[in-house]
């Protein structure tokens, strides 16, 4: 049998070729340019392309759909439109595949109870094909995200080219482990846990991506401490927080008397710690008024569709939608048991909310004791309603935490994760 070159080996084991990388070492960085890629563009996504369009090493964006050349009076009409709109310093650079997105997106609203027959995975899939022939005949680094980076991984591996990974939440064994114990607490709540229906091809994908990877990217030292599961050897791991929207220039007082004004944003989920917040909520009543805002699986899980009934309920809104709101509550709440680095939490934080939520969000990495939020464990009931207690008890307390809310915001501008990201692409780059 004839012998495999590294590139081969590198495809079929999964191994992370360092040995490869020598054909850019020294290289000026022009020649070291990233290709990112990214179906549905989250804030954290927009944040790192425009990074590397700043300092010119951003060679194309992949994505599915971009709306900026859609009129804004048709983007206001569809919230989904404006949400998929790139930052003008990315837009040169993006390339689209926007038919099976369309399709997964029209059927999903079209049909009854927002089912699709073309699943979120097969999209991530159809794009990650797409940059691997791409990356095959273009000098480019790469920079992917979980579940949609394997194929570009194998390509830029045949040739050479560094791979580098984000990990936006934590590993999914860990998640995998946290969920199950979690389901055996609350078995009412287990439909509302995606992670343990998993297909064993999915997690198979992913392992191959973490060992394909050159360098590891994550928000939060949770997710860090995750990665300590995956079974195999890692590139190095780094910590670089998301960043917060500017600051309010003012707190609002919200109009709620004497009572305190929480609000929840996220998923109907228990990985979010909801029916915590929902059972520490009712042992306060009358003394603290709950809002929702999140979309769930409301018609085949009981939990949920009582707690609707008894809390006020926005199922969705636009994020202008969703910042008005927050300046009118007190405090964010948010015992999640399993995350990354919620972006919900930074943006209570720069509407001048108080956060309540576990070492299991990112809000570690943003802000530390008696500023910002309280940090309690995840899982504790009790822990949160305590938390609650003492913010209706203590209102220079919650007024102290709101106040210093504002400047952690003012220390952890989005300018300052797009400098660090910059510096680790760089050094990436050049090692």
């Avoid at 008890?393 to 709101?402: D, G, P, V």
Wanted: with cysteine.
């Amino acid at each position: 049998m004839p012998a495999t070159g590294p590139g081969e080996a590198d495809r079929r084991t999964g191994q992370r070729g360092r040995g490869r990388r020598m054909s850019i070492e020294g290289a000026p960085m022009s020649q070291g340019r990233v290709v990112m890629s990214h179906p549905t563009q989250n804030q954290n996504v927009k944040q790192a392309a425009v990074a590397l369009a700043e300092i010119g090493l951003l060679s194309w964006f992949f994505t599915t759909i971009e709306t900026s050349r859609i009129p804004a009076g048709v983007r206001r009409r569809v919230p989904l439109m404006e949400s998929r709109r790139m930052p003008p310093e990315v837009r040169a650079h993006v390339r689209t595949a926007p038919a099976l997105e369309a399709v997964r997106l029209a059927t999903r609203y079209a049909l009854p109870r927002r089912s699709s027959p073309i699943t979120p995975d097969r999209v991530y899939r159809s794009l990650d094909r797409r940059v691997a022939t791409y990356v095959r005949d273009h000098p480019s680094a790469t920079y992917c995200y979980e579940d949609g980076a394997v194929q570009t991984f194998e390509a830029a591996a045949d040739h050479g080219k560094v791979r580098i990974y984000e990990l936006p939440i934590g590993y999914w064994r860990e998640h995998r482990d946290i969920m199950e114990e979690e389901a055996g607490r609350r078995p009412e709540w287990r439909d509302t846990l995606p992670a343990l229906a998993e297909p064993e091809w999915k997690k198979e994908r992913k392992d191959r991506e973490l060992a394909f990877a050159d360098e590891v990217i994550v928000p939060s030292s949770f997710t860090r401490r995750t990665l300590g599961a995956f079974p195999g050897d890692l590139g190095p791991v780094h910590v670089v927080p998301y960043g917060i929207p500017p600051p309010v220039a003012e707190l609002l007082e919200p109009s709620a008397g004497r009572r305190l004004r929480a609000l929840y944003v996220g998923g109907l989920t228990q990985r979010k710690g909801l029916a915590d917040v929902l059972e520490a909520v009712r042992s306060l009543h009358p003394h603290v008024e709950l809002t929702i805002i999140g979309n769930g699986p409301v018609e085949r899980v009981p939990v949920l569709a009582s707690a609707v009934r008894e809390f006020r309920w926005i199922r969705r809104l636009r994020h202008s939608g969703v910042l008005a709101e927050m300046r009118r509550h007190h405090v964010l709440v948010l015992p999640s048991l399993f995350e990354g680095l919620a972006l919900v939490v930074g943006e209570a934080l720069s509407q001048g909310m108080a956060v309540i939520a576990t070492d299991r969000t990112g809000a570690p990495d943003l802000f530390g004791p008696d500023e910002g939020g309280v940090i309690v464990p995840p899982s504790s009931p009790l822990a949160l309603r305590q938390a609650l207690e003492s913010l209706v008890r203590n209102r220079s307390r919650l007024e102290h935490l709101r106040r210093s809310a504002l400047d952690v915001a003012a220390r952890n501008p989005w300018s300052r994760y797009r400098d660090r990201l910059n510096d680790l692409v760089a050094n990436a780059l050049t090692a």
